[in-house]
């Protein structure tokens, strides 16, 4: 059912605003937005600036609210913006005139933040965007996070474009991505800084998602990671990019049976404590390839032998496995849910039993401070393809073993 608006400033005033009978709630001398919006809206600078928003403002099903370059939203405390279902949000400023999200008070975690929820609509865009003192109410994520705290956040299928935009002074994460969420293959040239939290939370099945033209630096201190959840969702088919920080993994991340996960030259992968990466079935496949000059690093988030799980391929002999020119250290912690060898390792080739076959490529790689083994190669690997020219140090119980 259509809401009735507060119509304070009349029909001329939402005549400028392009807002209908029924589109939410408009009024008062600072054009104030709150209740819904099912039908469609668009704020204009010259109309009134800044607009206020109050409690949990929704742009339902069938609503759509156009924000133009120059609008400023100040949100109450503990308000929020919401989009759901077919509802469109497409806020576009320019570089001279962004569209700004602030607190109605420049302190962090003074609103809620903005939420896209299954919000799966085409024309949903933030571009040269500014979203700063948000993230003020702790979620809840039924897979891998649990509790957190987000500027903006992505939840279930929802679509959504994200360029030039900046978030910043925020008190939680600067974006949370669900496993479900379509970036539109342009999640690029944005700016997330000076947060409390971690730049992005996003599921492993959705970093392919994120350009490396994006700035994720100057947030606080031990947080300036995109922090990586394997949970729900494997991996498919993906590039994972050389971003300006590392990725964190917290728990273990898996490529799918048939798909190739690649690593770009550069990129550095910190895993939390017993985190790592599954690569499952005949044919999934990891393929980290980097140069001389931009090693692809494999590492702790404690420089510890047996701090994380390591890298573990489970009966693959897909030929796009290879390491080449990384650096594997302080793995072989033994307690990845998903091995069945019992064998500890930073890099394991597991068997699945008789008539197996696995392949592995290993060359000009420093595999170092396992728990465990460097290397562990099930009986029918062909081992040849480790190549001589690997460094191996610090493995505590060896640099290669071959399982019987």
């Given amino acids: 059912m259509r809401k009735t608006l507060a119509l304070a400033l009349g029909m001329l005033a939402l005549s400028l605003f392009g807002c209908g009978p029924?589109?939410?709630?408009?009024?008062?001398?600072?054009?104030?937005?709150?209740?819904?919006?099912?039908?469609?809206?668009?704020?204009?600078?010259?109309?009134?600036?800044?607009?206020?928003?109050?409690?949990?403002?929704?742009?339902?099903?069938?609503?759509?609210?156009?924000?133009?370059?120059?609008?400023?939203?100040?949100?109450?405390?503990?308000?929020s913006l919401m989009v759901t279902g077919h509802g469109v949000l497409r806020a576009e400023g320019t570089a001279a005139d962004p569209v700004v999200m602030r607190g109605a008070s420049p302190q962090p975690g003074y609103w809620k933040g903005i939420y896209f929820t299954d919000?799966?609509?085409?024309?949903?865009?933030?571009?040269?965007?500014?979203?700063?003192?948000?993230?003020?109410?702790?979620?809840?994520d039924n897979g891998a996070f649990?509790?957190?705290?987000?500027?903006?956040?992505?939840?279930?299928?929802?679509?959504?474009?994200?360029?030039?935009?900046?978030?910043?002074?925020?008190?939680?994460?600067?974006?949370?991505?669900?496993d479900e969420v379509d970036l539109r293959n342009d999640f690029d040239d944005n700016v997330v800084t000076a947060n409390?939290?971690?730049?992005?939370?996003?599921?492993?099945?959705?970093?392919?998602?994120?350009?490396?033209?994006?700035?994720?630096?100057?947030?606080?201190?031990?947080?300036?990671y995109v922090r990586v959840g394997g949970g729900f969702g494997e991996v498919q088919d993906a590039t994972w990019?050389?971003?300006?920080?590392?990725?964190?993994?917290?728990?273990?991340?898996?490529?799918?049976?048939?798909?190739?996960?690649t690593i770009e030259p550069g990129t550095t992968l910190v895993f939390e404590q017993d985190a790592g990466i599954f690569v499952e079935g005949r044919s999934g496949g990891l393929h980290a390839e980097g140069t001389a000059t931009e090693r692809i690093v494999f590492t702790g988030l404690d420089h510890h032998q047996g701090y994380w799980c390591g890298i573990i391929f489970s009966d693959s002999d897909s030929f796009e496995n290879l390491l080449r020119n990384?650096?594997?250290?302080?793995?072989?912690?033994?307690?990845?849910?998903q091995s069945y060898s019992g064998l500890k390792a930073n890099v394991l080739v597991e068997s699945a039993g008789s008539g197996s076959h696995q392949y592995i490529r290993i060359y000009d790689s420093v595999i170092r401070e396992s728990a465990g083994y460097g290397v562990v190669v099930a009986q029918e690997t062909?081992?040849?393809?480790?190549?001589?020219?690997?460094?191996?140090?610090?493995?505590?119980?060896?640099?290669?073993?071959?399982?019987?």
């Fill in 241 to 261: 990019k050389k971003l300006n920080v590392p990725y964190r993994i917290f728990d273990e991340v898996t490529v799918a049976d048939g798909k190739t996960l």
């Fill in 326 to 337: 990384v650096v594997v250290e302080y793995g072989g912690s033994g307690q990845c849910t």
């Fill in 196 to 224: 409390q939290g971690f730049p992005v939370l996003i599921y492993a099945s959705r970093v392919d998602q994120l350009k490396a033209g994006n700035d994720f630096t100057g947030n606080a201190s031990g947080y300036d």
């Fill in 146 to 178: 649990g509790n957190f705290r987000a500027a903006v956040v992505l939840e279930g299928a929802s679509r959504v474009l994200v360029k030039f935009t900046k978030v910043w002074k925020n008190a939680g994460a600067g974006f949370f991505i669900d």
């Fill in 119 to 140: 919000a799966n609509n085409f024309e949903n865009r933030l571009v040269r965007v500014e979203v700063r003192d948000a993230a003020g109410e702790r979620n809840w």
């Fill in 22 to 79: 029924g589109g939410g709630g408009l009024g008062g001398e600072a054009c104030v937005l709150r209740g819904s919006l099912d039908s469609e809206c668009t704020l204009s600078p010259g109309a009134c600036n800044p607009y206020r928003v109050e409690g949990d403002f929704v742009i339902e099903d069938t609503g759509k609210l156009v924000i133009e370059p120059g609008v400023v939203l100040e949100f109450a405390q503990d308000a």
């Fill in 382 to 404: 062909d081992a040849n393809d480790i190549a001589s020219d690997n460094t191996f140090s610090g493995n505590a119980l060896g640099d290669f073993y071959r399982e019987p």
